[in-house]
């Protein structure tokens, strides 16, 4: 496949739109929770749901798109995505106008992106089976880097972009009829000029079980690198989920309303979202660091980050701690994947990409509403429980043999990250596949 080519660019929208889309919807979702008059770790129980649902989910598409074909996989989730955020934006409005009762339009929210936790992740993990289909394994890295590269890019056009739509007769669900409105331009793209040439498939690893990987997440060469990603992983979560509402509160101190805060979130994720593609697109390749070390500053960022926003309070002193601890991921998720990877055999690279996939649903399972209820309790409280788990992290580093040694040395092998690792940008089961 030629990354010039239509199709190519046509799979590249794919992706862009359903990140740009979920990370609007998550940059106005606390300014909608405050309207409602619901408390925040409810508010936060609805990105759970997706999360959970994702990665129940993800195997079955897997498997169906060798058998259905990926065409038809991307448009049920391309379906699914608009769907999703029309339901969310009509539960939105019907609640913000007084149609319907707070609560059973809340229920609808919750519906809605249980909606998308289904069919959501069909469709990124048929355009990534689509594209290694049609390349060479000369071809593939590159290909791959510029699909997932979308996803960074979606993650800053989103929530910049979300501000924009939140007009007169729509308010905050506009943003999810907008971004509804272009999934729909781009399933029906999808649908009309998207080859569906029959290719050989080669059945997804992520949706077959290997005997190779069974018990993998135990095994002594991957299982330190896992428990770090969770602890890093875990603790980015709690940062995006506790964002908003730390913003509309801060600015609320200084006698700003909710209802003019959501250009405020969303700079802030801006701001975080440009740092990660600043450390993985420009730092890492300058830098040529290895998995290790990748790992150790990545962990000790994020960790000066939450110190930051205990240390200095204010909407300043939120957007560059999130900014940093956004850097900080930025280092160490190429660090554990890579490490994981580079620590076990050719026949177990698919189950391994497995588990280091399945910690993007976890982290958004528990960490964010326990996050949210620690902010609710303390407004340091969350910021602290991160700095802690990240000291762990870090702590785990050096006390653990296999993080503090590395990947085994093989000849001719460079550890470091190429310069076409693509972007992690903003986690969470929406992106970051």
Known sequence: MNLRSPAFAILFAVS?????????????????????????????????????????????????????????????????????????GLATTSGLEGWLPILVAFTFMAVARTIYGVFGSAAPIASQAYVADRT??????????????????????????????????????????????????????????LPSGEVVRTPSSSGRQDAAGKGLWKDPRVRDYLLYGLLVTGAQAVNISVLGFHVIDELGASGTAARDTPGFISLAMMAGAIATLLAQWGLIP???????????????????????????????????????????????????TAGSSLSVGAHEQGAVAGLMMSLAGLSFLGPPVVGVALYELAEPAPFIANAVLLAAAVALCFISARLRQGPPDLPDRDESPSPETPPASQPGPEGNR
Do not use: H
């Open 16 to 88: 862009l739109i359903a990140a740009a889309g979920n990370m609007a919807l998550q940059s106005v979702l606390p300014n909608i929770g405050r309207e409602f008059g619901l408390r925040d770790t409810l508010v936060s129980a609805a990105f759970a749901i997706s999360a959970l649902m994702w990665t129940l989910t993800s195997p079955y598409w897997a498997r169906l798109s060798d058998t259905l074909g990926r065409k038809r996989v991307i448009l049920i989730g391309l379906t699914g995505f608009v769907l999703s955020m029309t339901g969310f």
């Open 136 to 193: 060479s394994p000369e071809q593939r890295t590159q290909a791959m880097s510029m699909l997932a590269s979308a996803q960074g890019l979606g993650t800053v056009i989103g929530p910049t972009l979300a501000p924009v739509f939140i007009l007169p007769l729509v308010g905050l669900a506009g943003p999810m009829y907008a971004y509804a409105l272009c999934g729909a331009v781009v399933l029906f793209v999808v649908w009309r000029w």
């Open 286 to 336: 300058m830098l040529k660091l290895q998995p290790r070390d990748l790992m150790r500053w990545g962990a000790g960022l994020a960790l000066a980050g939450n110190v930051l926003t205990i240390a200095a309070p204010g909407y300043y002193g939120i957007v560059v701690g999130y900014a940093v601890v956004s850097m900080g991921v930025g280092f160490a998720r190429p660090g554990f």
